[in-house]
């Protein structure tokens, strides 16, 4: 029986006020730490953490609902946060395996860490399957160097996790997968980021020179490419796919949402006395866009679903989890480009943002960087 997404973290006062901030995080450039202190007192960052370690339980279809909500009204903020619920969760589905591997991680999370990733590389272009940085194995476990970018959640994070390319022995190399604790030492954080609609994520830089990661803490070491994609490796693809598409889908949500409150303020000298909204070609973009979004929500939907009741699609699983992303990536820009067509020029101005919260060019913006 297919397992239907019902569990509610998340009240609908709690997002609202994420919406009512989301604008004024963007314009100032800072991290949204209000946001962050809510959720956590909700405990939403234990969403994915497994009951007997004191957490939520919920499984990937009830994460990927709450990720979808929370993007409809700050899609940074679900961007960032994501971050943690994929490190989590990827650790609850092998202790749900019976691999015991990362039950630390779980330990650490019910206990209130928060874990990030480091994995985005320049001239990196298959993460996880291969590594720009390096891995270098001395006593006691591994020193990592590697200039990292994209890290969400960097002015709160406990642990980022990192990996690097151990080529010691050329006839048996390694991807080397680790977590890295803050007080560290031989690492740097450079405060690059300053991304249109996505300011608040704090997404720094962080430059690994020589920072030692315990044996405890190496989490995998892997062949290269796909020769390694065990169940740690797979299992990031099988979350992570699914809460990206929905995050999508929350903010092309929020997109549509904009353009019909948008169009029924407009006036209309065809329509003489009637709004904007009773024009046929804006009912037939708004239709259009509803449509887009049916499709991208059945899809997003189904592919959660079945990796959440462990449906058997064989070697077919990497294929459907990458269409199911690009499903919705694709679709949230057709979305937010129609509803920028609907809703006119005047909505690139800051006076015209809904109560304060994110205005459609962050909208709009959020689907570029986010990609």
């Not at 874990?115 to 993460?127: C, P, V």
């Not at 990192?162 to 977590?179: E, L, M, Q, T």
Request: net charge negative.
């Amino acid at each position: 029986m297919a397992h239907t997404p019902s569990c509610v973290v998340l009240s609908d006062d709690l997002l609202e006020r994420c919406a009512q901030r989301a604008a004024g995080y963007d314009r100032e450039n800072r991290f949204f730490f209000e946001d962050f202190d809510e959720l956590r007192e909700a405990k939403y960052l234990l969403a994915a953490v497994p009951q007997e370690f004191g957490g939520l339980g919920l499984t990937l279809s009830e994460i990927c609902h709450e990720q979808r909500r929370l993007a409809q009204r700050s899609a940074p903020t679900a961007l960032a946060t994501n971050m943690h619920l994929l490190a989590t969760g990827v650790a609850a589905d092998l202790w749900h395996k019976g691999d015991k591997s990362q039950a630390w991680m779980l330990e650490e999370a019910a206990r209130g860490a928060v874990f990030a990733y480091g994995y985005s590389e320049s001239g990196n272009d298959l993460e996880v399957l291969y590594a720009a940085g390096r891995a270098e194995r001395v006593d006691g476990g591994y020193r990592f160097f590697g200039h990292k970018h994209f890290g969400s959640l960097t002015p709160v994070w406990n642990w980022l996790k990192i990996y690097g390319f151990d080529a010691a022995d050329p006839v048996d190399p390694k991807i080397v997968h680790a977590v890295m604790a803050r007080d560290t030492a031989g690492y740097r954080i450079v405060e690059t980021w300053d991304t249109l609609g996505m300011r608040s994520t704090a997404s720094h830089d962080t430059v690994i020179e020589g920072a030692f990661v315990p044996d405890r803490q190496v989490i995998r070491a892997v062949k290269p490419g796909f020769a390694g994609a065990d169940d740690f490796v797979l299992g990031l693809f099988g979350r992570f796919e699914p809460m990206i598409a929905n995050i999508y889908i929350g903010l092309a949500e929020r997109a549509r949402d904009l353009a019909i409150e948008r169009v029924k303020k407009k006036n209309s000298v065809a329509e003489m006395t009637r709004s904007m909204a009773y024009h046929p070609e804006v009912q037939h973009m708004i239709a259009d866009i509803v449509i887009e979004l049916e499709g991208m929500i059945a899809h997003a939907d189904r592919v959660a679903e079945d990796w959440t009741n462990g449906v058997d699609h064989g070697d077919m699983w990497a294929a459907k989890l990458v269409a199911a992303k690009y499903h919705c990536v694709e679709g949230a820009f057709r979305v937010v480009d129609s509803a920028m067509d609907v809703s006119g020029a005047g909505e690139c101005s800051r006076a015209t943002s809904s109560n304060g919260s994110t205005a459609m060019p962050a909208a709009v913006a959020s689907t570029r960087r986010m990609r």
